[in-house]
């Protein structure tokens, strides 16, 4: 009962360096999310993808970029990490095309540059 | 600006005890979820609520959605240890492509003694 697996856990990144973070699910969702969320800002939108072959703009998506590789994997690249990138990092997906239905979220990347 | 806006931020009360947090939004939505977020995990979602004025109860939690759709509350009866955590609510609404986005509260850090 996988769910929405992340990797990796934890990373720590020295400034201008570049990762890809990784996001699976199994649940046949058309869905999925990329979230930062920071102390006293909540949960922000990064990235999403509808459907298999799109993905759209957040609300915060400068610095990074996303690859949805087929229905099951949505991933996350920071190309030249900042400081102010250091968060934990939530990938989710949905069943429909909207959220009514509810997220299921993964376990989180926390990741800090340094 | 925060689209919406959660109280109080921190709680902490005794085990036993009655509690409710509020989810307040200017704008509305189609729907409106709450999660809860336990240290070193993500969201996992409690319940959804879409009609104006719906109530829910999932045993000693009861959610409620405003009238007009712009905010909701949780109320917790006789709190136990097991409920403490964040709790974020999101609301939802219509996105590109027909699609709908969730946008999350800050969050209510509830702790409670025993």
């Known amino acids: 009962n996988a769910g929405v697996t992340q990797t990796p856990k934890f990373q720590v990144l020295k400034t201008g360096q570049s990762m890809t973070l990784q996001c699976a699910q199994d649940m046949n969702h058309n869905s999925m999310y990329w979230y930062r969320q920071d102390p006293g800002m909540g949960l922000r939108l990064i990235y999403y993808?509808?459907?298999?072959?799109?993905?759209d703009k957040g609300e915060v998506p400068n610095g990074y970029n996303v690859s949805r590789l087929n229905k099951r994997e949505f991933s996350l690249r920071l190309e030249s990490a900042a400081p102010s990138q250091t968060s934990v990092y939530f990938c989710?997906?949905?069943?429909?095309?909207?959220?009514?239905?509810?997220?299921?979220f993964g376990s989180g990347t926390r990741l800090t540059v340094v | 600006t925060q689209l919406l806006e959660q109280s109080p931020q921190f709680l902490s009360i005794q085990e036993g005890e009655n509690l409710t947090v509020y989810c307040n939004s200017s704008s509305v939505f189609s729907s409106l979820q709450w999660y809860r977020q336990e240290p070193g995990e993500g969201p996992v979602l409690l319940v959804t609520v879409v009609t104006g004025g719906e109530v829910k109860k999932l045993k000693r939690l009861t959610f409620q959605f405003g009238d007009a759709r712009k905010d909701s509350s949780l109320h917790i009866t006789a709190a136990q240890p097991g409920d403490t955590g964040l709790y974020l609510c999101a609301g939802a609404m219509q996105a590109n492509f027909g699609n709908e986005k969730l946008t999350f509260g800050t969050g209510t850090r509830l702790t409670i003694i025993p």
């Open positions: 989710a997906s949905s069943g429909r095309t909207g959220p009514t239905y509810g997220y299921t």
């Open positions: 993808s509808a459907s298999e072959g799109t993905t």
